[in-house]
């Protein structure tokens, strides 16, 4: 009985993947055009923490190109599983220590850093024949105990360190605010986002990147400048 309606359920998605991808893209080109964004200007990574590599294959199929995953262990299996060098992996989640190295070797990308040891460890076994790993700092904006991200007042010494390791190349912020159902509430997070990167924008050319709204606020993230929005469950469904 059970495993008839997990196929069911799994099925359903499936189908709707590649529906679910336009769907988002239709909400981005909207949020892009009410807010006065470049069409095209944000990126949509599809998260894709704890579904399987057939739902990510459909997503490819559909046309999606960059991926966001949570669990190292995880992640890693699936990235060696569908094996295509076109598509761009980002990390995203808490960074343990011991986890540094496999995450330096198999993505493009490390949305989550938020501290000097985990900077120095992704830079210093980074393999130097692939090219710089991307990062973006993970800021604590709600300042809630249980969230990963770093304090304003210690963004600029992160910053300045992560500036000068050779296999990082520095590319912007990540936030993941309180949940507010509230448009103007979500707006306020982002927009302090914003402003932090703007004021540090001006000594550090390649720093461009907002990485901020899920589902649920993708909408106030781009009114207020995200560049890339990480979403799961608008493409792949709920997670358990
Ligand atoms: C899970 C996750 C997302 C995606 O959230 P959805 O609500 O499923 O769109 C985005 N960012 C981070 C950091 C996440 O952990």
Redesign the pocket.
């Known amino acids: 009985m059970l495993l008839i309606f997990l196929s069911i359920d799994y099925c359903y998605y499936m189908k709707n993947i590649p529906d679910s991808l336009s769907q988002v893209f239709q909400q981005i080109n909207a949020a892009e055009q009410e807010f006065g964004r470049p069409t095209g200007s944000v990126k949509l990574l599809a ?1 894709s ?1 704890t579904k399987p590599v057939e739902n990510i294959q459909a997503a490819i199929d559909a046309g999606q190109t960059e991926f966001a995953e ?1 669990y190292v262990q995880e992640a890693i299996g699936k990235i060696t599983q569908i094996n295509n060098p076109d598509l761009i992996w980002h990390f ?2 808490p960074i343990q220590s011991n986890k540094a190295r496999a995450i330096a070797e198999h993505f493009n990308w490390v949305h989550s850093i938020d501290r000097i040891k985990i900077a120095k460890r992704l830079n210093d076994l980074r393999p130097p024949f692939l090219a710089p790993l991307n990062v973006c700092i993970q800021v604590n904006i709600s300042r809630e105990k249980t969230k990963s991200g770093i304090n304003q007042e210690m963004l600029n010494e992160l910053v300045e360190y992560c500036n000068k390791l050779p296999h990082l190349k520095l590319r912007g912020l990540m936030t ?1 605010p309180a949940p507010y159902d509230n448009f103007k509430k979500q707006r306020q997070s982002f927009k302090q986002l914003r402003n932090l990167l703007v004021s540090l924008h001006s000594n550090l050319p390649d720093f461009d990147t907002l990485s901020m709204g ?3 606020d993708m909408r106030a993230a781009i009114a207020e400048g995200a560049t890339m929005v ?5 493409l792949f469904g709920p997670r358990d």
Request: aromatic share 0%; charged share 15%.
């Open positions: 998260v923490k949570n995203i989640g993941l899920t589902t649920h990480r979403i799961g469950t608008a």
